[in-house]
Every structure is written in structure tokens, then in C-alpha cells.
Nanobody
Framework: QVQLVESGGGLVQPGGSLRLSCAAS????????AGWYRQTPGKQRELVAS???????NYADSVKGRFTISRDNAKNTVYLQMNSLKPEDTAVYYC???????????????WGQGTQVTVSS
């Protein structure tokens, strides 16, 4: 079984920074693409940033220049460095990975449980 565990969320003042981590554990052969999403009450979950197996990245317009997604393949971990945080960044952040559990298995999508980020003075 595969588990994704997020950490690093919390309360931060506007202009501050947080670093989210998403550690994958269990039966993992390789991680393909990974991403961070966020969701606020009453709204759909939206993509914040994604990273391919080759390290190519993509960001939502609202976070470009402020957030950076990265990955450590040796640790099966994906990070989201969030700088210059704004109140509108407040949300539950979820990580998502497409991975193979064995060399011959197809890609499967897994989600973390979410971590709350609150930006407020």
C-alpha cells in the first residue's frame, strides 16, 4: 500500500514563507508526475504547481514567481516552497502523485490527506 503524508502547513503572516513536504512511502517503484493542489470551502480543488519526472514545472498564474515545486527522487518526496504568502493563499493543500508500484504496473494516482495553510495577521 502507498501513503502520501504532507507536512509543513500552519499559520503564517502575510509576506511570510512556508515549505510543504509530501513524503511517499510503501510499495513504490517509481514516481512519475507530482503536483500540489489546494481547496477552499465551496470551491473546486485547483492545481497550484506540478512537476514531471524530468523536473519540468508548471504553475498556476496566481503563484508564479512566489511558489517553487521541487522533488527529491531518492527520498520519494515532493516539496512546495511558498514565499510572499497572501491571505488568498489560505486553503487546504493536497499533494498528488502518479506512480508505479512495480516495474510492470501501470500508473496510479494517489492523494495525501491535506495540510492546512492559513495566511493571516
Amino acid at each position: 500500500q502507498v501513503q502520501l503524508v504532507e507536512s509543513g502547513g500552519g499559520l503564517v503572516q502575510p509576506g511570510g514563507s512556508l515549505r510543504l513536504s509530501c513524503a511517499a512511502s510503501g510499495s513504490i517503484f517509481s514516481i512519475n508526475a507530482a503536483g500540489w493542489y489546494r481547496q477552499t470551502p465551496g470551491k473546486q480543488r485547483e492545481l497550484v504547481a506540478s512537476i514531471t519526472s524530468r523536473g519540468n514545472t508548471n504553475y498556476a498564474d496566481s503563484v508564479k514567481g512566489r511558489f517553487t515545486i521541487s522533488r527529491d527522487n531518492a527520498k520519494n518526496t515532493v516539496y512546495l516552497q511558498m514565499n510572499s504568502l497572501k491571505p488568498e493563499d489560505t486553503a487546504v493543500y493536497y499533494c498528488n502523485t502518479d506512480l508505479r508500484t512495480t516495474m510492470l504496473s501501470g500508473l496510479r494516482t494517489f492523494w495525501g490527506q491535506g495540510t492546512q495553510v492559513t495566511v493571516s495577521s
